[in-house]
């Protein structure tokens, strides 16, 4: 949210949306985004009409909030921590399933009352075919090399949480994800050539 926004709270922002429809209109990193799809998730849940904005990636979405060319943004947590913390930018709610530990006093959207959770991941991919020995033995160097303490810290300094999980972890974050996330693309309208 943009700091000159009269919001403090999430609660506040959906009946301003309300009241001044122009002011949900939000940017993300781009269409087809999880920040994207996540805002229509949650406009679905609220009850309000949201206006999507995309932008040719994060930094140019975060700028315009900054600047005040937009009232709010759905971006990825680690992208706008820096912003919160030093009062350019508020963040209203976080999507995980619990509080950051980067910026726990932002309060989830459960928290708020608002039945939506996601997160964004990244992880690691062997092409299709890699003999399963050697997916073990390069999952093994990865989740290692995340575990390490330097590169714990190292995440940290980026507001990162590192997990270490192995591919069947990775698996069935996949396959919750399809379901979940696949009403919400659906709903949105968007098409991959958007």
């Known amino acids: ?13 959906v009946e301003l949306v309300k009241k001044d429809p122009r002011m949900g209109d ?6 087809g985004s999880l920040p994207h799809f996540f805002a229509v998730m949650f406009a679905r849940t609220a009850g ?7 932008f040719k990636g994060t930094a140019p979405s975060l700028q315009a909030l900054v600047g005040g ?5 759905s971006v990825v947590l680690s ?6 913390k030093s009062g350019k930018a508020r963040a209203l709610a976080a999507s995980g399933g619990k509080r950051s530990r980067f910026l726990p006093e932002v309060p ?17 991919y062997a092409p299709a075919g890699t003999p399963p020995e050697l997916v073990a033995k390069l999952s ?23 997990t270490g999980l192995g591919p ?18 659906r709903a949105s309208g968007f098409k991959p050539e958007d």
Do not use: C
């Open 1 to 13: 949210m943009n700091a000159s926004v009269p919001a403090a709270t999430l609660r506040d922002y």
């Open 26 to 31: 939000y940017a993300s990193a781009g269409a």
């Open 48 to 54: 309000i009409e949201m206006n999507h904005v995309p």
């Open 69 to 73: 060319q937009i009232s709010a943004a």
């Open 79 to 84: 992208d706008i921590a820096q912003l919160h």
């Open 108 to 124: 989830t959207f459960r928290e708020l009352g608002y039945d939506i959770e996601g997160s964004a991941w990244y992880a690691l």
């Open 140 to 162: 093994k160097a990865a989740v290692d090399g995340i575990r390490a303490a330097d590169m714990q810290e190292r995440l940290a300094n980026l507001f990162l949480e590192p």
């Open 168 to 185: 069947a972890e990775l698996a069935a974050i996949h396959r919750a994800d399809y379901d979940k996330w696949g009403p919400v693309i």
